[in-house]
């Protein structure tokens, strides 16, 4: 072998030699930043888990307040449903007591109104039982419509209380 064929091997051998070097150094480091990228998708898959609980965490604690509200809402209604029909129970109860003349509604008349056409005494007549200021009792039919008015008022006001109650369940600053 010549002396420019040992060159041309050893420079071959040389080349060779940095080309395993640079495979190798490649190698290395594809490792090296496989390892890091491997490290960076565990720490962003331990970021998305964290994330993915405290989503689910604020999801229970909004479904638990609006089911806490629902109920609310609920005991609210069954209050006030009850109210509503206590009031016509006790109005129902008020209509017959007038119907069977069990019950009679009177009015205070002013004595001292001459306008009325028909002075009455506050003081009671020789015999008579009645004490106190002169009244006079309604016509029964009239006692009925005085009534209904009541009831449909207290209607009114028990479902004004119910709508105040829900406004304020679901809005709480605006209960001032």
Do not use: F
């Not at 689910?56 to 209604?77: G, M, V």
């Not at 006790?90 to 009177?106: E, F, G, I």
């Amino acid at each position: 072998m010549s002396a420019v064929q040992k060159l041309a091997a050893l420079m071959a051998l040389a080349g060779l030699l940095i080309a395993a070097g640079a495979a190798s150094a490649w190698k290395v480091q594809d490792w090296r930043y496989g390892k890091q990228l491997a490290e960076q998708a565990q720490l962003h898959q331990d970021d998305l888990a964290a994330i993915s609980s405290a989503a689910a965490a604020q999801q229970r604690a909004e479904q638990d307040k609006r089911l806490a509200l629902e109920q609310q809402l609920q005991a609210s209604d069954q209050t006030h449903h009850r109210a509503l029909t206590d009031a016509q129970r006790n109005q129902s109860r008020l209509r017959d007591r007038l119907a069977t003349a069990d019950l009679r509604l009177s009015v205070l008349l002013d004595a001292e109104d001459s306008a009325a056409g028909c002075p009455v005494s506050a003081t009671p007549a020789t015999g008579g039982v009645v004490h106190g200021t002169a009244r006079a009792r309604l016509d029964p039919a009239h006692a009925q419509r005085i009534v209904g008015i009541t009831d449909d008022g207290d209607q009114g006001l028990i479902a004004l209380q119910a709508c105040q109650a829900y406004v304020r369940a679901i809005n709480p600053g605006l209960s001032q």
